[in-house]
């Protein structure tokens, strides 16, 4: 169990020098990864992107699309190496509380089916399946569903 006493991770909002580092970490996490131009759009549209760092050194990034009262997550990732040391479920109560400050009630996100890791952190933090989005990831040999799930802030 990786119950997270004592919090490790620092924040900063993520900044378009930090893409090629990212850009590192995304290509190795991702079977789809994003793109560069992704991570810009990201910021141009001023969506919550944040960079979270451990000891320093960048263990992971999130982006989020804020509408009035409700949060999307897009992306939370935390470097390959540093998995399943609770620094994601750290990630995400920072998330929650950033969202929660900005004025959101529930936070939405939408994942493939065969993201084990995804699937299970999302629950593990209260996150509830509402819907299916039937296709809509591309998927090696075709379409993958997405799962929507959803989370009171
Ligand atoms: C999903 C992700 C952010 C989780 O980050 P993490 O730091 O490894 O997560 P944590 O260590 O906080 O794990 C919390 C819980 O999630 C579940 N979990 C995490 N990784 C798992 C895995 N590989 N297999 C099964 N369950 C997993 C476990 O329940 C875990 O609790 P436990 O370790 O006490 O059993 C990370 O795996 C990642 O960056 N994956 C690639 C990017 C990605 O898929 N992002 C989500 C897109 S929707």
Known sequence: MNAVLKPRLTYRPMRLEDIDAIMAIEK???PFPWTTGNFVDSLASGYSAWVCLEGGVMAGYA?????????QL???SIAAERQRAGLGSELLEYLFATAKA????????EV???NVAGCALYRRCGFKEIGRRR???????????????ERAL
Request: net charge negative; no cysteine.
């Open 63 to 71: 982006v989020m699309m804020q509408a009035i009262d409700e949060a």
């Open 102 to 109: 900005s004025g959101a009630v529930r936070m939405l996100l």
């Open 135 to 149: 296709g809509y990831y591309p998927a090696h040999g075709g379409r993958e569903d997405a799962i929507v799930m």
């Open 28 to 30: 190795t996490i991702y």
């Open 74 to 76: 897009l992306n939370i």
């Open 112 to 114: 493939r089916p065969s």
